[in-house]
């Protein structure tokens, strides 16, 4: 049997004194702080959040962003690509490698940078560089030469789909812009692809729709899922003529619209009221402002003129083109009640079809008229 001393039960009794003294006071505390939060202070576990976590492929050296670090050729291109993404001019990469041939590691990776990576392949036209050993990693001081400004770099915009590159490709058109350069994800098309588009997004902007644009196209890298696109555009008319003509258009079509508020079957009436003020001329103007400014246009000038109506009009509308006995036509795709139907404001004359102006499918493909199936919605009977 083992004696203590008689003080030796002081302390445990003071420590049980204590244990009970925390329960009795800061237990209370900390239960009311764990209701208040799952209560009255459930907001702020609520709100929306979120949390970013930098990541750098190309870690810098020493807090130095000019100075980076390289453990393996695939870092040592994410490296080069960090230079040429923040428009360096000068770096230096630290090699941390047991390879035995630096030089031709380094060149190899250079020279993918410059032709396979999209970036690199658009805007840079050469990388120098020299090598010294340091006792534990090999220094590479990199030179990168540029055939491309930072502003034409930082106007690059990113655009995934068909969707929205046709959309990038609208609002290009409809500034009158001289340029737009595409980074394009998944890209699977080719040259005519991309003029297609261009074609599709100047129909879709009817009342900027003054004179096709000349497209000169570049695409970088010559393959890959990830491409840079460089559209250039060259207008048939000056900037200031074209700003001119589509303020005088913008002027003509608010006033028919404020005429046409409230009429009823308005597809038909705003085609009419197109035709009280000009007439189809085959070898007239093929926009939208010849028929206002000449009193004529052909069959694409009235399609463009309807179709920028119709968006004034917030009434549904697509420019249509195809052939019709042998020929070149444009019409119009539009909303009625009746649901989707053909209109050719170029046929509501002399020669109008009987039963006109408005066809499903079948009706025109009987007239004569050919188009590209799913060009445009269907018009079927409902």
Not at 72 to 77: A, D, N
Not at 241 to 269: F, I, M, N, Y
Not at 274 to 280: C, F, I, N, R, V
Request: proline share 5%; net charge negative; glycine share 6%.
């Amino acid at each position: 049997m083992t004696l203590h001393p008689q003080g030796a039960a002081a302390p445990a009794r003071a420590h049980e004194a204590k244990k009970v003294n925390f329960l009795k006071t800061r237990l209370p505390a900390l239960l009311t702080a764990a209701a208040l939060l799952l209560t009255g202070c459930s907001a702020l576990l609520e709100r929306d959040y979120s949390s970013v976590t930098a990541h750098n492929a190309a870690p810098a050296t020493e807090g130095d962003p000019s100075i980076l670090r390289a453990d393996s050729y695939q870092e040592l291109v994410n490296a080069l690509i960090y230079f040429v993404s923040g428009g360096m001019e000068e770096g230096t990469i630290r090699l941390y490698t047991d390879t035995e041939n630096v030089e031709l590691f380094l060149s190899d990776a250079c020279l993918e940078v410059v032709q396979e990576d999209p970036l690199g392949a658009y805007c840079v036209e050469f990388i120098k560089y020299t090598v010294d050993p340091v006792v534990t990693y090999s220094e590479a001081r990199v030179n990168i030469t540029y055939r491309r400004t930072r502003e034409q770099v930082a106007s690059i915009v990113q655009a995934t789909g068909t969707a929205a590159i046709r959309s990038e490709l609208k609002s290009a058109l409809a500034s009158f812009a001289p340029e737009r350069t595409l980074r394009i994800s998944y890209f699977d098309g080719d040259e005519s692809f991309i003029r297609d588009l261009v074609e599709q997004a100047y129909y879709d902007a009817p009342a900027c729709a003054l004179g096709m644009p000349e497209v000169e196209l570049s695409i970088y890298p010559n393959s890959g899922r990830q491409r840079i696109v460089e559209i250039m555009l060259r207008y048939p008319l000056e900037l200031s003529e074209l700003e001119k003509r589509r303020e005088d258009l913008s002027q003509h079509l608010d006033t028919l619209a404020w005429d046409l508020a409230g009429r009823t079957r308005l597809p038909l009436a705003a085609a009419q009221a197109l035709l009280d003020l000009g007439e189809y001329d085959p070898q007239g103007g093929a926009t939208a402002w010849d028929l206002f400014g000449s009193g004529a246009a052909n069959s694409e000038g009235l399609a463009l003129a309807y179709a920028a109506l119709c968006q004034q009009l917030e009434l549904p509308c697509h420019v249509a083109q195809g052939m019709r006995e042998k020929e070149p036509r444009f019409w119009n795709v539009v909303q009625t009640q009746e649901g989707w139907r053909h209109l050719d404001l170029s046929a509501m004359g002399t020669d109008a079809p009987e039963g006109g102006p408005f066809f499903t499918d079948p009706e025109f493909r009987e007239l004569g008229y050919l188009w590209e199936e799913g060009s445009f919605p269907a018009c079927a009977e409902e």
